[in-house]
């Protein structure tokens, strides 16, 4: 198969509110796919395939087939093949895997990809339900007023009740993301001031959401938008560009309480994820974390990212907490971790993340961040996760020799 290569791309500002200014889907993909053809150096009459990630934009602006509105973005895309993807928040990965697919197949030799989600056009509880639909409809979280922070609590205590689980742990991931954000310009709480004791258990400084999650565990409602451009190596322009050098993408059973049930007497809380990082590191050619310079991973609540961190291998099953003490995933420390912000910093718009992770990643690895450069990083690893970890997707990206 050829090799897949990511020749540039874009990300809007995650402080935007788009609605407030009058915009909407379309305009969004607008700004972050011809930035993409930009930063990539490519015509629009160059893209042969087109794949966009979404989650709930029949929920929030009433609007589907936003494939179609890829193909209004430029006359030269009027007959573009294109298609949509959802799989809640792994849904800018479910783009990029199909957008590879292609490539590696042969059908075509350059595709965009594209993650959007307009959220903030509504009020919080209204957009807590529409995420809300992204849960087992009836099943799960029936009586909860925001679906997600309940599920994410229980996954709290599920590591409680496994390992143990020491809420500092979680507070000081949150006050590394919060810090990354503070050097990215286009994060959502880059311009945010943190009180003294914000991060811990102050009721009134940082109040509980659900659980023992408290308001910085927890991510934002974001606007946003990103976009990439992929080319298979048989491009003259792949040549020197970064890599996708491995992945990993497997789904669980949609209930929380299934997936659960699935993992008692294992080593870890979530098999499925464990093996989606083997089977990245297997096909990357990596032994593991030790052969990685940088992570962005999924951290739509601090506990998340705080179970990311042991089924990555960064620790052994259960042990997060020593990656977090030891300070190796601080900015300066041995293997950072979403230097970006990640999602509770820099903002998680949907449909967005993945893409927005995939391309974080080639900018560590072009030294190309900015501020948030870690510095000589060649390999990147990235973990986006949908629902109560039912779909997770991982990449590892490298750059060229």
């Not at 009586?143 to 143990?164: C, K, Q, T, Y």
């Not at 041995?334 to 820099?346: A, D, H, Q, W, Y």
């Amino acid at each position: 198969m050829s090799a897949v290569h990511v020749l540039g791309g874009h990300q809007t500002d995650f402080a935007r509110n788009w609605a407030a200014e009058g915009l909407g889907l379309f305009d969004m993909l607008k700004e972050t796919s011809l930035g993409a053809l930009e930063a990539a150096g490519v015509p629009a009459s160059e893209i042969q395939v087109a794949h966009v990630g979404n989650l709930a934009g029949e929920l929030f602006a009433g609007q589907a087939q936003l494939g179609g509105m890829i193909a209004s973005i430029d006359p030269a895309w009027a007959m573009l093949p294109t298609s949509r993807h959802e799989a809640a928040c792994a849904s800018g990965s479910m783009a990029l895997l199909a957008a590879m697919a292609d490539l590696e197949a042969g059908r075509y030799d350059v595709a965009l990809v594209a993650g959007v989600e307009l959220m903030r056009n509504v009020g919080a509880r209204q957009a807590a339900r529409h995420l809300g639909s992204a849960a087992w409809a009836g099943r799960e979280a029936r009586d909860a007023d925001f679906p997600w922070p309940s599920l994410f609590a229980e996954i709290a205590d599920a590591v409680d009740a496994r390992h143990g689980l020491d809420s500092a742990h979680l507070a000081r991931i949150a006050e590394i993301n919060h810090g990354n954000a503070l050097r990215n310009p286009l994060a959502q709480a880059r311009s945010w001031s943190f009180p003294d004791g914000c991060f811990g258990p102050d009721d009134m400084l940082n109040p509980v959401v659900e659980g023992r999650l408290r308001k910085y565990d927890c991510g934002r409602i974001t606007d946003g938008a990103s976009a990439v451009v992929l080319a298979s190596s048989r491009h003259p322009a792949a040549s020197g560009r970064p890599v996708i050098s491995g992945w990993g993408h497997r789904t669980a059973p949609m209930l929380l309480a299934d997936k659960l049930r699935l993992s008692e007497g294992g080593p870890y809380l979530f098999p499925h994820l464990r093996q989606a990082a083997l089977d990245a590191y297997a096909r990357a050619g990596l032994a593991g974390p030790g052969d990685l310079d940088v992570i962005e991973t999924h951290d739509c609540f601090t506990v998340t990212e705080y179970v990311a961190l042991d089924h990555l291998g960064l620790t052994p099953p259960g042990e997060s907490w020593k990656a977090v003490e030891a300070g190796t995933i601080d900015f300066d420390g041995s293997l950072p971790v979403n230097p970006s912000g990640g999602l509770i910093g820099l903002g998680h718009p949907v449909g967005a993340t993945g893409v927005r992770m995939m391309l974080d990643a080639c900018r560590q690895v072009t030294g190309t961040a900015g501020e948030c450069q870690i510095p000589g990083a060649r390999t990147a690893l990235t973990l986006n996760i949908g629902g109560s970890c039912t779909t997770v997707a991982i990449f590892a990206v490298t750059r060229p020799a």
